[in-house]
């Protein structure tokens, strides 16, 4: 069987807020916001459990990382992802 829509969504989400995390200067709090989570403690718990390290840590891994190279990003985010 598949993945619930929430699951889904979910990961949608956090992809967009990892590459966010790489590519914009906000905060934790208002790339959450921008993904569509409004309790942070949820934000880092889903993100969590999707990438395997904090929204923090993982924006310090990529810390100059150049920002134009978007086959790096693509590769990174989208590959765990599974579609119905």
Same mark, same amino acid.
């Given at each position: #069987?598949?993945? @619930?829509? %929430?699951?889904?969504?979910?990961? %949608?989400?956090? =992809?967009?807020?990892?590459?966010?995390? #790489?590519?914009?200067?906000? @905060?934790?709090?208002? %790339?959450?916001?921008?993904?569509?989570?409004?309790? %942070?403690?949820?934000?880092?718990?889903?993100?969590k459990s999707i990438k395997k390290? /904090?929204? /923090?840590?993982f924006r310090e891994q990529f810390?100059?990382?150049?920002?134009?190279n978007k086959y790096i990003f693509?590769?990174?985010?989208? =590959?765990?992802? @599974?579609?119905?």
């Amino acid at each position: #069987m598949g993945t @619930t829509f %929430i699951n889904y969504l979910n990961e %949608i989400r956090i =992809s967009y807020a990892a590459r966010w995390l #790489m590519e914009k200067n906000l @905060t934790v709090f208002e %790339i959450a916001f921008e993904a569509g989570f409004n309790n %942070i403690a949820n934000f880092n718990k889903v993100f969590k459990s999707i990438k395997k390290t /904090t929204p /923090t840590e993982f924006r310090e891994q990529f810390k100059g990382v150049k920002k134009s190279n978007k086959y790096i990003f693509q590769d990174f985010l989208f =590959s765990d992802l @599974t579609f119905p």
